[in-house]
């Protein structure tokens, strides 16, 4: 009882001094900034002396009609990402008409758009229409710890276009993006290049930060080989790998995923200890791993279609081996919580959902698994583990 207690904070020291040791330290640095210290320190450049700062007027409208216009501002920050604002201010602060020419905008629609943003926190607005990042806005720069300019730009465009149909999806039940895009979004991201990269950098970005949440939460010693079942590009095998030295992994994806990742992996030092390989989790996965991760992946499938790929992963699984989703849980009752949006956005892009503690043991125990535990981590994301259940043999016939 006691050790299972400490072991949290076990996993978290050691991956802290771990990390402190490589070149992955400038993440987990990242990380913890965001969580931590971010409500600490103050901005970079503050908003002292910043147009406005002395305005008494801060009426604002309803709070429903705040909530309903919030595709504005979500907007606002896509077309930041997209134009690189963040990137051309990473230096220091820039006049607005040097940003419109840099980026090939309307100087005065840009001038607009900045003082939007700047009016939210994300730039600051500085005397004579000079715009600055906040601490906020680093984050969409692009190749930085915790960038989140890719995720940003999909939200913006894929996502936006789907959500723009919400109703079908609660009309019908099924998703929004099938009805505007003609096919399912995994199918079309085959098809469309730029969409794809924008996505899997985007879930990529996230996933790295996520692979420090998870290994500062959950103990990975007595594994030896992981198998990252829809894996994408393979960062968050490849964080993982970096601080578990004695683990080897095998990143799984559809086969432009596995490009890209094999292009990754070309100038990481990991020694022959990861590879990758390409396939459709719904006919089998990579065998003999003692440990199965699916990173938000099962969110994507209605519960028939998950039930196949963790019964494929079952089969293919050591004995002995495990089974770690990791996943936002959805809390019971009214709670606030973002899983509950996230939800929708299933809804919207696939057949997913979000799914309770006990909708995930139901699944899992129709997929010959037993939940063992529920470990919560730094993010929003938990690592449901499982292991395989007492009706192996029934399950296959
Ligand atoms: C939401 S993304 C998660 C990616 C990655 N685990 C992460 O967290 O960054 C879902 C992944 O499932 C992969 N995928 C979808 N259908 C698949 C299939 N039939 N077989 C293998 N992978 C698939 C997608 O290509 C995508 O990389």
Redo the contacts with the bound molecule.
């Keep these: 009882m006691v050790a299972g207690r400490l072991l949290p904070t076990w996993a978290m020291l050691r991956t802290l001094s771990r990390a402190r040791r490589t070149e992955q330290w400038a993440e987990v640095k990242s990380i913890l900034k965001q969580r931590w210290f971010s409500v600490l320190r103050p901005s970079k450049w503050s908003s002292t002396g910043a147009i406005g700062e002395n305005s008494k007027s801060n009426s604002q409208p309803p709070a429903l009609f705040r909530m309903a216009s919030g595709y504005w501002l979500s907007q606002a920050i896509y077309v930041a990402a997209k134009l690189g604002l963040a990137d051309l201010l990473k230096d220091g602060p820039k006049p607005s008409g040097e940003l419109a020419a840099a980026t090939g905008a309307d100087e005065q629609a840009l001038f607009r758009l900045m003082r939007a943003l700047s009016s939210t926190g994300i730039l600051v607005h500085l005397q004579n229409d000079c715009f600055a990042l906040s601490r906020l806005g680093e984050n969409l720069q692009s190749d930085v710890p915790g960038s989140m300019r890719a995720i940003v730009i999909t939200l913006g465009e894929i996502h936006y276009q789907a959500w723009g149909n919400l109703l079908h999806s609660v009309r019908s039940g099924s998703p929004a993006f099938n009805s505007v895009f003609g096919m399912g979004l ?1 199918e079309y ?1 085959q098809r469309d290049a730029e969409a794809a990269d924008a996505f ?1 950098k985007g ?2 970005d ?2 790295s930060m ?1 692979a420090y949440a998870v290994m500062m939460a959950y103990d990975f010693s007595g594994i030896s080989s992981i198998v ?6 393979g ?2 095998l490849q964080r993982i790998l970096g601080l578990n030295p004695d683990i080897i992994g095998t990143i ?3 086969e432009p ?1 596995i490009t890209k990742a094999k292009q990754r992996l070309n100038g990481e030092r990991f020694g022959g200890r990861c590879s990758a390989v390409a ?4 006919d089998s996965v990579p065998e003999g791993a003692d440990a199965y991760i ?4 099962i969110h ?1 499938w209605h519960d028939d279609r998950s039930i196949k790929i963790l019964r494929n992963c079952r089969k293919a699984m050591a004995k002995n081996g495990r089974l770690l989703l ?1 996943e936002m849980v959805v809390p019971d009752g009214d709670t606030n919580c973002y899983s509950k949006l996230l939800d929708l956005n299933m809804l919207v892009m696939t057949e997913g959902r979000e799914r309770t503690r006990a909708e995930f043991s139901t699944l899992l125990d129709a997929a010959g698994y037993k939940l063992t535990r529920i470990v919560p981590t730094l993010a929003p994301q938990s690592v449901i583990e499982a292991v395989p259940g007492n009706s192996r043999r029934t399950i296959y016939d």
């Design positions: 995994f991201l899997n879930m990529t996230v996933s996520l990252d079942v829809g894996g994408g590009h960062t968050f799984f994806d559809l995923a396939g459709d989790f719904f699916l990173c938000s992946v994507d990791v």
